[in-house]
C-alpha cells in the first residue's frame, strides 16, 4: 500500500511539471489569480492578459467545500461590476474538464473590478464574490499583482488538489481544554464485581440454573448448584462429619467443666481444674461455631441433596470456570458477576506528567471504535504512590452506564486536562508541521499558491491547537492533505505573477 501512496504522489507531481512545462508559451502571458470563497464553493480564477480593450480568457475553477472536490456539472454566470459603470455579463455554460470553465472576458476600462459568481447545477446553487480585480491599460507594461508579490510560493494545482484527501479552512475561536492522553481501562466499580466460590467439593450441576457467560442475574437469583461429590473429601458430607466431631467435643467439653465445678463446690477439686475446664469448652465452642454457621447456611440452602448458590449482586455473568457437570474443590470460583450499570475508568498518568494534570472534574474519554467522547460523573480517587513498574499512577473516574455500551476490559484514551484558554484562535492538530521545533502551516494565498508559514503555539487539547502568533483569522489554512503541499514546496515554486493554462 505505501508504495501506491509513492507512486501516486510522484505521478501527482509528474502531472503539475507537465502543466507548467508543456504551457510555457501560456506562462510568458501576464496571469492575473484572483480566488473567492462563500460558505460552500471556492471559485479561482486565473485571467490571461487582464488588460483595458482587450479579450482576456479566465479559466475559472470550482470547489465544493463540502467534500472539495470540483463542481462536475451545471453553468455559471458572470457579472463584472466597475464604479458606476454599467455591469456587463458572460455565461460559461460548458465544462473543458470537470470543475473547469473557459470564458472570454471583454474589459472595457481598467480599474478595479468586483465579480460576481452564480453557479448553478442540479440540486447545487450558490452565489460567490471576487474583488479588487485588478485590470490595467492596454499600454501598460505587464506588472505583479500586490497580492502575488510573494516569496517561496509553492504551485500545488486544482487537479492535484481534488484527487487527494485535502481540505482548508478558516481557523476558528473556540474555549481550548489543554489535555494530554493517558491510556486507561474500563474496569467494574467497588461493590460491582463479585466472585462466585463453591462452600464445599462437589460437581457443578447442569440444567436451567447451569451458569452461563451472559446470563442476566439480579440478586438473589440462582447461579449455580451444586451436587455433592462421589466421595467425601472436602464435600458436603466432610462438612457434616466436621461439624458432628466439633458438636461432639463440646458437649464433652461441657459436661467436663460442670463436673469439674461441682468438685470444686464440694471441696473435691482444686480450682485449676475448673479454670482447665473452661479454657476447653471455650476452645470447643470456637472450634463448632463457623462449622455450625456453615450447616445452617448449607441447610437452608439445601434442595433435594443439592446445594444452591445465589447471586449476591445484579449484574451479568461474565465467566464460568468449570463447565457445568464437572467437579469443583472447596473454595475455587465457580462464576463471576459484573454489575455493568456503573463502572471505573482507570487512567494510567506517567509519573512526569502527574504534577501537570488540573482540574480532573474536566477529564474525558474515548473508545476506539466507538463515536464521540464520554464524560465521567466524578473522580474516585487519584493513587499518591508511582507504580515502579510502569513509572504512573492510577486515577479512577466513575461513569453511568445504563445503555452498557461501556464494556468491562475496554481499552480507553483518556484526555486529562492542564490547562484551559478562552476565546483561543485554534486550528486541528493535522495543520501543524514541525521543523527544528518549529511549528509551522500552509497558507493558501490563492487557489493554487500557498505559503509555507512559521506559527506561535498555545494550549493543546481536544484535537485541536491555539495559534498565539503568525496568522490572522481571515487567512485559510490547509487542515489535510497538508504532507502533499509539503512534497510540492521541495520540487516546485511558483514564479510571481504566473498561474497555468489547461
Known amino acids: 500500500m505505501k508504495y501506491l501512496i509513492m507512486l501516486s504522489l510522484i505521478l501527482m507531481l509528474i502531472v503539475g511539471c507537465i502543466s507548467h512545462d508543456a504551457k510555457k508559451d501560456a506562462q510568458e502571458s501576464e496571469v492575473l489569480a484572483a480566488t473567492g470563497w462563500s460558505k460552500k ?70 480599474g478595479l473590478y468586483t465579480l460576481k459568481i452564480q453557479a448553478t447545477a442540479k440540486d447545487y446553487t450558490d452565489v460567490i464574490y471576487i474583488e479588487h480585480i485588478d485590470v490595467h491599460d492596454a499600454n501598460a507594461a505587464a506588472h505583479a499583482h500586490a497580492e502575488e508579490k510573494m516569496s517561496a510560493i509553492i504551485a500545488f494545482l486544482k487537479e492535484q488538489q481534488w484527487g487527494v484527501d485535502f481540505r482548508t479552512a478558516l481557523p476558528e475561536k473556540r474555549n481550548l481544554q489543554a489535555a494530554f492522553i493517558a491510556s486507561g481501562e474500563i474496569m467494574p466499580a467497588a461493590g460491582a464485581d463479585a466472585a462466585i466460590t463453591a462452600p464445599f467439593a462437589g460437581v457443578v450441576a447442569t440444567g436451567k440454573d447451569a451458569p452461563y457467560v451472559g446470563k442476566k ?47 470444686y ?23 463448632l461455631a463457623p462449622l455450625a454457621q456453615a ?47 456503573l463502572v471505573w475508568v482507570k487512567a ?40 515502579t513498574k510502569s513509572r504512573s499512577i492510577s486515577v479512577l473516574f466513575e461513569v453511568p452506564n445504563t445503555t452498557g ?29 514541525e ?25 493543546k487539547g481536544e484535537g485541536y491547537v491555539q495559534i498565539t502568533d503568525g496568522l490572522d483569522e481571515d487567512e485559510r489554512v490547509v487542515v489535510r492533505g497538508g504532507y502533499y503541499v509539503k512534497l510540492a514546496s521541495v520540487s516546485s515554486r511558483m514564479p510571481q505573477g504566473h498561474g497555468h493554462a489547461h
Open 295 to 341: 450447616i445452617g447456611e448449607v441447610s437452608s440452602r439445601t434442595k433435594n441433596g443439592k446445594f444452591v448458590i445465589t447471586a449476591p449482586i445484579s449484574g451479568t455473568v461474565v465467566e464460568v470456570m468449570p463447565l457445568p457437570g464437572k467437579s469443583v474443590e472447596a473454595g475455587a470460583q465457580i462464576a463471576r458477576i459484573v454489575d455493568p450499570s
Open 265 to 287: 463446690e464440694a471441696k473435691a477439686a482444686p480450682k485449676r481444674r475448673v479454670e482447665e475446664a473452661q479454657l476447653a469448652l471455650e476452645s470447643s465452642r470456637v472450634a
Open 435 to 459: 521543523d527544528e521545533g518549529r511549528a509551522f502551516v500552509f497558507v493558501q494565498r490563492q487557489g493554487e499558491a500557498f505559503e509555507r508559514r512559521e506559527v506561535k503555539t498555545g494550549l
Open 348 to 387: 494510567n498518568v506517567p509519573a512526569t506528567a502527574a504534577a501537570s494534570m488540573k482540574d480532573l472534574a474536566r477529564t474525558t474519554f474515548s473508545i476506539n471504535g466507538m463515536e464521540g467522547r464520554f464524560k465521567p460523573a466524578r473522580v474516585v480517587s487519584a493513587n499518591d504512590l508511582v507504580d
Open 41 to 110: 464553493t471556492e471559485v479561482f480564477v486565473e485571467f490571461t492578459n487582464p488588460k483595458a480593450n482587450t479579450e482576456s480568457q479566465a479559466l475559472i475553477h470550482v470547489t465544493r467545500l463540502e467534500d472539495f472536490r470540483p463542481l462536475t456539472e451545471g453553468m455559471l454566470a458572470l457579472e463584472f461590476q466597475i464604479d458606476d459603470a454599467p455591469v456587463f455579463s458572460v455565461t460559461a455554460e460548458k465544462q473543458e474538464k470537470p470543475g473547469i470553465y473557459r470564458a472570454k472576458i471583454p474589459f472595457k476600462q481598467a
Open 405 to 433: 455500551k461501556l464494556k468491562v476490559g475496554m481499552y480507553a484514551d483518556v484526555s486529562l486536562s492542564t490547562g484551559s484558554v478562552t476565546d483561543a484562535l485554534t486550528l486541528p492538530a493535522d495543520a501543524f508541521f
Open 217 to 263: 442475574v439480579k440478586k438473589g437469583d440462582i447461579v449455580a448448584v451444586i451436587e455433592p461429590p462421589l466421595h467425601q473429601q472436602n464435600g458436603l458430607g466432610q462438612l457434616q462429619a466436621a461439624h458432628a466431631e466439633a458438636r461432639q467435643k463440646y458437649l464433652l467439653a461441657q459436661k467436663e467443666h460442670d463436673r469439674a465445678q461441682r468438685l
